[in-house]
């Protein structure tokens, strides 16, 4: 009845791979979407989706780790200062545009809002350029290890 072999041909695992790949990206943006659906437009505190940015965390943690493990950087950026500037600056200014909406639709206050989301999202771009330099190191050193091991197995 259930076998622990696999039962697919190796086309049959590709589809499933992408099948699941996409399922992933679904999950991902959609629980994104979902937290800043109940926060922004219906006003609901962080606490009331702490449950889903839980999960959301971990999501993310898993994904980095696992791909810095496995010395994958991105399918389509290079490791480097400036896109993890041009990553940090869109984190940034994606932040500013949710800490502003969410601060002015609570509060009503034009400066204070501006001003806020301006520290917060100043705050985003450095921390995220120093996690994605970072990781570009680490990755980069964990790319130098596997490529050793390979040779080392020829």
């Given at each position: 009845m259930f076998k622990k072999e696999n039962q697919l041909d190796?086309?049959?695992?590709?589809?499933?791979?992408?099948?699941?790949?996409?399922?992933?990206?679904?999950?991902?943006w959609g629980l994104l979407?979902?937290?800043a659906a109940q926060i922004l437009l219906f006003g609901q505190d962080f606490h009331n989706v702490v449950g889903e940015w839980i999960i959301f965390m971990a999501l993310c943690l898993y994904v980095g780790i696992a791909t810095a493990r496995a010395g994958i950087y991105d399918r389509h950026i290079q490791i480097g200062w400036k896109s993890s500037l041009l990553v940090s600056l869109v984190a940034g200014f994606v932040f500013f545009l949710f800490q502003f909406s969410f601060t002015y639709s609570r509060y009503g206050k034009l400066v204070g809002s501006l001003a806020g989301a301006a520290i917060s999202g100043l705050i985003v771009i450095v921390l995220c350029f120093i996690g994605l330099m970072l990781t570009g190191r680490?990755?980069?050193?964990?790319?130098?290890?596997?490529?050793?091991?390979?040779?080392?197995d020829l």
């Open positions: 190796e086309m049959q695992e590709l589809k499933l791979l992408k099948i699941e790949h996409n399922g992933f990206w679904l999950a991902f979407a979902v937290m680490y990755v980069k050193k964990r790319q130098d290890a596997l490529e050793a091991e390979d040779e080392e």
